[in-house]
T-cell receptor, first 106, second 112 residues
Framework: KNEVEQSPQNLTAQEGEFITINCSYS?????LHWLQQHPGGGIVSLFM???GKKKHGRLIATINIQEKHSSLHITASHPRDSAVYIC?????????FGAGTRLTVK | DVKVTQSSRYLVKRTGEKVFLECVQD?????MFWYRQDPGLGLRLIYF???????EKGDIPEGYSVSREKKERFSLILESASTNQTSMYLC???????????FGEGSWLTVV
């Protein structure tokens, strides 16, 4: 079983919709990262969380350490948000990645 | 503002060839990583290095080796390329411990 599980695997939304992507992990971590990968390959870091909630523009990330769960929310989604969103967790100065959620906004 | 640079974006190599993928970071990070990414499998760690001349195997090191002679440069080597090594390879650089991780643009390798 993967240490990091994301859901859903694929998500299609209409422009303007509120989107939630979930990440669950099974190990103790020091921090969790949300990453975005656009077609073409490059990955950029969106958030790094060790507790609570962070907001950047239309993106909100939350983490519940006790429940080992994090969510990434996108408000007022736009076609340019179409990408693969990857959850990654830090453990022992190493990183473990989820398989990613492919989001398509039409 | 480029932070992690991968030398080759697209490569086509023949089976049995030796392949070098170079990665350079300009942030003085200790930790550097090589991942491969395949559809449905996400990012899988091949090797990582936490210091010059230090290397650690990741989850899928078979068929690969690495070199880190200088802090800023981490090279991935395919000693004898095989078709199952056709993939997208990503290099990452990270200071560790609750800091942002930075990725290169990726190298698409096709082995024919």
């Amino acid at each position: 079983k993967n240490e990091v599980e994301q859901s859903p695997q694929n998500l299609t939304a209409q422009e303007g919709e509120f989107i939630t992507i979930n990440c669950s992990y099974s190990v103790g971590i020091s921090a969790l990262h949300w990453l975005q990968q656009h077609p073409g390959g490059g990955i950029v870091s969106l958030f790094m969380l060790s507790s609570g909630k962070k907001k950047h523009g239309r993106l909100i990330a939350t983490i519940n350490i006790q429940e080992k769960h994090s969510s990434l929310h996108i408000t007022a989604s736009h076609p340019r948000d179409s990408a693969v969103y990857i959850c990654a967790v830090e453990l022992n100065n190493d990183m473990r990645f989820g398989a990613g959620t492919r989001l398509t906004v039409k | 503002d480029v932070k992690v640079t991968q030398s080759s974006r697209y490569l086509v190599k023949r089976t049995g060839e030796k392949v070098f993928l170079e990665c350079v970071q300009d942030m003085d990070h200790e930790n550097m990583f090589w991942y491969r990414q395949d559809p449905g499998l996400g990012l899988r760690l091949i090797y990582f290095s936490y210091d010059v001349k230090m290397k650690e195997k990741g989850d899928i090191p078979e068929g690969y080796s690495v070199s880190r002679e200088k802090k800023e440069r981490f090279s991935l080597i395919l000693e004898s390329a095989s078709t199952n090594q056709t993939s997208m390879y990503l290099c990452a650089s990270w200071q560790g411990w609750e800091n942002t991780i930075y990725f290169g643009e990726g190298s698409w390798l096709t082995v024919v």
